[in-house]
């Protein structure tokens, strides 16, 4: 019954800006940990940004800091990730994901995330 499902991903010219919706289903969002990763075709699955359930505080991978912000909306359900100055390097399928595991943030290790959404593709491109 636990769903995550992510919106909002698109064409956009270098240097533009984009709001993915990871929509939460099934659940209270209040009190769970969740992370952005990212994939490009032929790259491993990479951490982006994570919220902490316990607290909201938000951490960042070295190369988004400044560029990209998670943010959640318990009363909508769902958590965001705003991406600024985009570059045609952040090209890929970006993924939402929830770890029961911890209410912290435990990292970029897929494997600790349970649940995960379909993924919506970001495209960066002149």
């Known amino acids: 019954q636990l769903q995550l499902v992510e919106s909002g991903g698109g064409l956009v010219q270098p240097g533009g800006s984009l709001r993915l919706s990871c929509k939460a289903s099934?659940?209270?969002?209040?009190?769970?940990?969740f992370a952005w990763f990212r994939q490009a075709p032929g790259k491993e699955r990479e951490g982006v940004s994570c919220?902490?359930?316990?607290?909201?505080?938000?951490y960042y991978a070295d190369s988004f800091k400044g560029r990209f912000a998670i943010s959640r909306d318990s009363a909508a359900s769902t958590v965001y990730l705003q991406m600024n100055s985009l570059k045609p390097e952040d090209t890929a399928v970006y993924y939402c994901?929830?770890?029961?595991?911890?209410?912290?943030?435990?990292?970029?290790?897929?494997?600790?995330?349970?649940?995960w959404g379909q993924g919506t593709q970001v495209t960066v491109s002149s």
């Open positions: 994901a929830l770890t029961t595991g911890t209410n912290f943030c435990p990292g970029y290790v897929p494997t600790l995330y349970d649940y």
């Open positions: 099934g659940f209270t969002i209040n009190y769970h940990t």
């Open positions: 919220i902490s359930g316990v607290d909201d505080l938000t």
